[in-house]
């Protein structure tokens, strides 16, 4: 990971594009009550500032530990509170995972991130999931793991073993938390994060829109967002996926342009981070997709599949950023 060109990118305090943590409640709930056009103007200015706006940052997820969690997330098919068509399956070996990562590689990703199915990883599976770091990290790519919570030598040790990136959501605001998640609490994913930042890995931190939330969950979940420091190094907002047998199958649609609003939002609070466009893209058209890149998205998962849901096939993504004039990074 190159930390310093991150850290180049994120303005001086007092200089034009400076960052801020303090962010107020207010203050973002009257950006997403700008007139759209304006928003996103904003938007794009702010992302000009610190990228370049035709590129994309792609991402290829594996899920090397699929089903049979004990966490209740409401939205989640891989969780055994609910019925769902997803088969528990052990945790892969690191053969087939460094193979999975090749594949990734040739198809032009540059990071690969790695997703668990559990509360908190433990035992021999934690030795097994640092090795899988290793390995990938000598097929050239970035390395990303999402396994849970972390303890302190868990996060030491998976940043010895060279982890880049540790994916680990806020998901929504404190406010909505409970009626998705009460096998943990809002504090122990804070905890976890402030884990991984001490340890020194680069952190990606987002949520979920469209679980029955309102407006105001969304400003309280990005307010959270923006007053971690240093903001998170990515900042995925997924789109619910809605799967057969999850409380959240029934969920009312957002819309779309409630969707954009968001990522623009976060572009604004958080403008030298990575907004990555996360679940949810099989569901949208290219031109909802073209939009959210104007709003400041500037990442995606990238790959046929996300982590047991699908996700846009890898020519359908090239062609999309051909037609856009996006640039894969
Ligand atoms: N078990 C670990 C955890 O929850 O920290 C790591 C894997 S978990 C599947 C990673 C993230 O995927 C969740 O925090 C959630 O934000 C997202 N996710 C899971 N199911 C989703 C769905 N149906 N739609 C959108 N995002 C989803
Ligand atoms: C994130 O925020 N979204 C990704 C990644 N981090 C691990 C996962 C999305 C999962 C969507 C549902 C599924 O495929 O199981
Ligand atoms: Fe388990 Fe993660 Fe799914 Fe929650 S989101 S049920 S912790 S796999």
């Keep these: 990971m190159n930390?310093?060109?991150?850290?180049?990118?994120?303005?001086?305090?007092?200089?034009?594009?400076?960052?801020?943590?303090?962010?107020?409640?207010?203050?973002?709930?009257?950006?997403?009550?700008?007139?759209?056009?304006?928003?996103?103007?904003?938007?794009?200015?702010?992302?000009?500032?610190?990228?370049?706006?035709?590129?994309?940052?792609?991402?290829?997820l594996l899920s090397i530990k699929t089903g049979g969690c004990p966490e209740d997330c409401g939205y989640c098919p891989q969780s055994v509170h609910h019925e769902t068509a997803v088969e528990p399956e052990k945790l892969m070996d690191v053969e087939a995972v460094v193979e999975a990562a090749r594949a990734a590689r040739r198809a032009g990703a540059s990071r690969f991130c790695m997703g668990a199915a559990w509360r908190n990883p433990r035992g021999k599976a934690f030795d097994r999931v640092v090795e899988m770091v290793e390995r990938v990290r000598e097929e050239g790519l970035e390395t990303c793991m999402t396994l849970g919570m972390l303890d302190d030598a868990q996060a030491a040790r998976l940043a010895e073993a060279g982890l880049d990136y540790y994916n680990h959501n806020l998901d929504t605001s404190p406010e909505f938390y409970g009626e998705i998640i009460t096998t943990r609490t809002y504090q122990d994913r804070l905890d976890t994060l402030s884990r991984v930042r001490d340890a020194g890995i680069n952190v990606c931190c987002g949520g979920i829109v469209g679980m029955g939330e309102g407006r105001a969950d969304r400003v309280s979940?990005?307010?959270?967002?923006?007053?971690?420091?240093?903001?998170?190094?990515?900042?995925?907002?997924?789109?619910?996926?809605?799967?057969?047998?999850?409380?959240?199958?029934?969920?009312?649609?957002?819309?779309?342009?409630?969707?954009?609003?968001?990522?623009?939002?976060?572009?604004?609070?958080?403008?030298?981070?990575?907004?990555?466009?996360?679940?949810?893209?099989?569901q949208m058209s290219d031109e909802l997709q073209a939009l959210c890149f104007m709003a400041g998205a500037n990442s995606i998962f990238y790959g046929e599949k996300l982590l047991t849901t699908d996700n846009p096939d890898a020519d359908h993504d090239r062609r999309l950023f051909e037609r856009l004039g996006l640039r894969p990074v």
Excluded at 24 to 51: G, T
Excluded at 248 to 274: C, N
């Design 3 to 60: 930390h310093t060109a991150t850290e180049s990118a994120r303005g001086e305090p007092g200089q034009p594009g400076a960052l801020r943590f303090d962010w107020r409640r207010e203050e973002i709930a009257a950006l997403f009550e700008l007139p759209f056009n304006d928003l996103l103007f904003r938007a794009q200015q702010v992302h000009r500032e610190h990228f370049d706006p035709n590129e994309v940052q792609v991402s290829t």
């Design 221 to 282: 979940l990005l307010e959270q967002l923006a007053s971690q420091q240093p903001h998170p190094d990515s900042v995925p907002v997924n789109m619910l996926v809605r799967v057969e047998g999850t409380p959240l199958d029934t969920a009312e649609t957002l819309d779309p342009f409630e969707f954009v609003r968001t990522l623009a939002v976060a572009r604004i609070l958080m403008p030298a981070s990575h907004v990555r466009l996360s679940a949810g893209r099989e």
